[in-house]
DNA sequence: CTAATAGTGTCTATTAGACAGTATGTT
DNA sequence: AACATACTGTCTAATAGACACTATTAG
């Protein structure tokens, strides 16, 4: 095969600097869970799972809902990029962060190239102050279309959530320092969207968590113990590779 | 946080083509199984997992093995820049290959920014014609020095596929079209690295392979039946993001 | 007392681990 | 016959699914 010969001369004298340049950015895709009041003293409050999102003031894709993100900057790694990225819409320092993919598509962006690594990263919703940031339910943006080729971005991090949660402790990071099993095992079914059964829950994640002497007060049903996670320390964070 | 405001203001204003380039580039980890000759009539040819390397013969870390490699071009997508040079290295056109993980440190190339986007492809040692490359086994490589950052790339790599031999049928991208159920059973044990009994593991493959008529020949025992992958069809090559 | 949720006990089905025992081609 | 590997049968252990039953609070 003489095109092989070819191409590998032609790659070993490509100078990358010879070409207009290709930028990368970061795009942060934060889940976090919301809780709501319940509409009667019986009943509980519903959770959401939702996407921290920015409505875009300029064009192209003004007026859309994008995630937030920012340029690779010469002097720091990617996961830095995701750091300053993340504590500039969040303003939370220490919240979990991993690497998702590496999107490319030559057209993503109409301006220019622009090759995104996204990231995800997991919030207790409730925590977190956010800037000029929204939180969207995902059954709302699964409606929405957004800028860029964030909707594929999405569906790809909610597809690894929904992948990583079975044989890591991904979820509580999302999770308040205490929280009952009934509202953990809410959260399971919304990302797996799939109704699991309260005694064999209750079984499999025994072991990732203590219990605390404290219980949920004031609602028409019997209380519920409040849990804590085992693993909360030093775990958090994007590790440099 | 004031920080916060100004580092958005920056951002904002940022424009990437003012900055010296970042350069992306796509290295790529091939597995391969390779078969030798039984050293005696009885016994049976040993397997190895390999990497396709290639020996650099400039500078910097020449003379090092590094993982094949490339740029991406303006015009092509990340995933066609990485089935472009598997074809450059290996010759074959439809294999196996998907995105890894991206790496973005700082100086993990000495010459400039180069941020690389890793795939891994798997591929039957035996039907790759291979250039300039060379199949290394995996125990050489865990005691060798790499060129650039490679070796953390195929910890990485060696770790993804690891974790997706058991719930993917990514294996059977490495395996011949015809196998028999213990030269696949010592393949997860080489990546697995630990011995698996040969009931429980033909128990859990049985769906996923089909029985032929033929046998094994020419060994001084029993002979071996020969076994096709349920799923050859339609699953190769990468998915565009 | 009632509605609504919290939590337990237990039976069954499925799957994984262990290991003995049988089968077969080459020299 | 003997070796080395191929393959099967079966017992046991661990885990998941199903579901009935008990517990507890505010109003």
Chains 1, 2 share one sequence.
């Not at 990583?164 to 402790?169: E, L, M, P, V």
């Amino acid at each position: 095969m003489k095109r092989d010969i070819a191409e590998q001369k032609f790659l070993d004298e490509y100078d990358p600097s010879d070409y207009p340049p290709i930028a990368v950015a970061v795009d942060a895709v934060v889940f976090g869970i919301s809780r709501s009041a319940p509409d009667n003293y019986r009943k509980l409050g519903k959770q959401s799972l939702n996407i921290l999102l920015i409505r875009r003031s300029e064009y192209p894709f003004k007026n859309k809902l994008s995630l937030p993100g920012g340029f690779v900057l010469p002097d720091e790694t990617i996961d830095e990029t995701a750091k300053r990225v993340l504590k500039a819409k969040t303003g939370l320092n220490e919240i979990y962060c991993e690497q998702l993919y590496t999107f490319g598509n030559i057209n993503r962006d109409p301006r220019m190239r622009v090759i995104s690594c996204a990231y995800i990263a997991l919030v207790d919703a409730e925590k977190t102050r956010i800037n000029n940031a929204e939180w969207a339910p995902m059954d709302m943006i699964k409606n929405e279309e957004l800028a860029f080729d964030h909707s594929a971005i999405i569906m790809e991090a909610l597809k690894r959530l929904r992948g990583k949660i079975n044989y890591t402790d991904i979820v509580f990071h999302m999770m308040p320092e205490k929280f009952t099993i009934s509202q953990l095992q809410e959260i399971y079914q919304t990302i797996l969207e799939k109704e699991l059964l309260p005694a064999a829950f209750r079984r499999t994640i025994a072991h990732k968590i203590t219990q605390t002497d404290e219980f949920t007060h004031n609602a028409g049903h019997r209380p519920s113990r409040l849990y804590r996670w085992n693993g909360a320390d030093g775990e958090i964070t994007v590790e440099n590779r």
